[in-house]
C-alpha cells in the first residue's frame, strides 16, 4: 500500500468469457425508461424525450449468482437489462463511431427498491437509496464483441421460478446503444472500464426470497440468481 494513507480499495473485476483474465470496472451508467411499454407501466409517456441516466457504483455489480434481499424495503423489483462494457472512450463521441469503444456485453439486472425510488421520485430527490444498494446489480460473463459481435436486436426475457415476467426485444429501445454512447460522453468523460446499462422491457415487478430469477437474452445466453 505504497503511497496510500489508508489500504486502496480493490478494483473491481468482471469475468470474460473464454478468458481468465477478467474486465476493470470504472463507472456504471443506467438509462431510466429505455423502452416505451415499460415507460407506459411506469406512468410515463413513452416519446422520445431526451435520455436521462443515473449512477450505479463499481462495487454494487455481483457475479455471485445471488442477490440478498436488502434491507428497509418490502418491494424490490427485478429489471432485466443489457450491460454494455467500454474498452475506450472520451468526449464529444459521434454515434457512427460510438460502438468502437465497446468491449462487450453481459445479462444484467437493476435490482430496485422501488418503494424507497417512489418516495424519492415523490419528494424530488435523487434515487441512489432505491438504485444504488449492496449488489444490486446481478451481471453474467461478458461476452466480448470479437465474439458475438454487436447485439442491436434479439429476445429480452426474464422468468421468476419458471413463469415469464418480462419479455421484449433489444430492438425496441428508445435509445440505442451507440446513441447513449455519443449522449453519454457530451456531458461526461467516458473511459475504459465504463459501463451501461441499456434499461429495461416492460414487465418489472416485485421479487420475494427464494425466487429464482431466470435472464435470457439472444447472443448472450441465460444465467439464474437466486434472491436469498
Ligand atoms: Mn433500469
Given at each position: 500500500m505504497s503511497g496510500f494513507v489508508i489500504q486502496p480499495p480493490e478494483v473491481v473485476g468482471l469475468s470474460v468469457a473464454g478468458s481468465d483474465a477478467r474486465y476493470p470496472v470504472r463507472r456504471i451508467y443506467c438509462i431510466g425508461r429505455n423502452y416505451a411499454a415499460h415507460a407506459v407501466e411506469m406512468?410515463?409517456?413513452?416519446?422520445?424525450?431526451p435520455p436521462f441516466f443515473f449512477q450505479k457504483n463499481?462495487?454494487?455489480?455481483?457475479?455471485?449468482g445471488e442477490f440478498p434481499y436488502p434491507p428497509h424495503t418490502s418491494d424490490v423489483h427485478h429489471e432485466i437489462e443489457m450491460a454494455v462494457m467500454l474498452k475506450s472512450g472520451g468526449t464529444n463521441i459521434h454515434v457512427a463511431q460510438a460502438l468502437d469503444h465497446v468491449f462487450g456485453y453481459a445479462l444484467s439486472l437493476d435490482m430496485t427498491r422501488r418503494d424507497l425510488q417512489g418516495e424519492q421520485k415523490k419528494m424530488g430527490r435523487p434515487w441512489e437509496i432505491g438504485?444504488?444498494?449492496?449488489?444490486s446489480a446481478p451481471v453474467g460473463p461478458i461476452h466480448r464483441v470479437a465474439d458475438?459481435?454487436?447485439?442491436?436486436k434479439g429476445r429480452v426475457e426474464l422468468k421468476i421460478n419458471g413463469e415469464v415476467r418480462q419479455q421484449g426485444d433489444l430492438?425496441?429501445?428508445?435509445?440505442k446503444v451507440p446513441e447513449m454512447i455519443a449522449y453519454l460522453s457530451e456531458y461526461f468523460e467516458l473511459a475504459a472500464g465504463d459501463v451501461i446499462l441499456s434499461g429495461t422491457p416492460a414487465g418489472v415487478g416485485p421479487v420475494s426470497r427464494g425466487d429464482a430469477m431466470e435472464l435470457a437474452i439472444d447472443g448472450l445466453g441465460s444465467m439464474t440468481v437466486r434472491v436469498v
Open positions: 406512468g410515463h409517456d413513452p416519446d422520445r424525450e463499481a462495487n454494487n455489480l455481483d457475479q455471485s438504485k444504488a444498494f449492496e449488489r458475438v459481435g454487436h447485439l442491436d430492438d425496441q429501445m428508445i435509445w
